[in-house]
């Protein structure tokens, strides 16, 4: 039976979906019936990647693309190929870094980097996808943000800038394509276990303020955060753009 959470005929791009948060979101796409379009910068990665969703959810569901979310020219030429396969019905800006130095230590360059590729490339990538789906007027675009988008911590300042500016950059773009039927959104997730992250995990006094400041008592699975974009996605959300949701255990709702 048919539900507004279902995306049955539908294609999602997912950037940096070959690993991590992104995986887990394509994951969820998937299981929810929408085509997914595996995104990353390694060929072979992003390969071996779809290779087993395709195994899981059929070869029919599952296809690939590999550009710099951070270069217009390859971003243009990325989607090109992407529409020619079909129309992309949804996008998930997912792809991004982190870089933990001080503010009075970091470099201009690191510090453009992580700008660059965690706020520019979601306005890449979300001008360029959008263009068509403001022609075919709908579509949906989810924005990973991140309890940085609200929260700061020392030695992630250009990260925790970048986040903030994925806001707003949801709020913009929702004031100028809402109108032409394309919702965008975005997901925050809180602090996740993922094998970028394990570090941290491993480490008992960082682990200890995680367990201490999430009112939940645990960290996040990746899987925690399909289910949000999932329903950003769907027609289940139809009536909400502009909006974060924040997916952390209730960090961010207390003190």
């Not at 929260?151 to 100028?176: D, F, H, Q, S, V």
Request: charged share 20%; with cysteine.
């Amino acid at each position: 039976m048919s539900t507004p959470f279902d995306l049955t005929g539908r294609r999602a791009l997912v950037t940096g979906s070959s690993r991590g948060i992104g995986l887990a979101i394509a994951r969820s796409l998937l299981e929810a019936g929408a085509h997914v379009v595996v995104h990353g910068r390694d060929t072979s990665t992003v390969g071996e990647t779809a290779d087993a969703l395709a195994r899981d959810f059929g070869a029919d569901a599952v296809s690939t693309a590999v550009f710099d979310v951070t270069s217009e020219e390859a971003v243009i030429d990325g989607i090109r190929g992407i529409e020619a396969a079909g129309p992309l019905d949804i996008l998930v800006n997912n792809a991004g870094l982190q870089h933990r130095e001080p503010l009075l230590e970091v470099s201009l360059e690191n510090w453009e980097r992580v700008i660059r590729t965690d706020l520019t490339s979601a306005f890449l990538v979300g001008r360029t996808a959008a263009r068509a789906m403001v022609a075919r007027g709908s579509g949906a675009i989810v924005n990973i943000c991140s309890v940085q988008t609200d929260l700061a911590r020392p030695t992630i300042g250009a990260y925790t800038a970048a986040k903030g500016g994925l806001r707003n950059l949801t709020k913009a773009m929702t004031a100028e394509w809402a109108g032409s039927g394309v919702r965008v959104n975005g997901v925050a997730p809180g602090y996740i276990r993922t094998e970028l992250t394990q570090a941290l995990v491993d480490d008992p006094a960082f682990n200890s303020w995680v367990l201490g400041r999430t009112p939940v008592g645990r960290w996040g699975e990746p899987e925690d955060i399909g289910g949000a974009v999932v329903w950003l996605s769907s027609d289940a959300s139809r009536f909400v753009s502009g909006q974060v949701v924040f997916v952390d255990g209730g960090m961010t709702a207390v003190v």
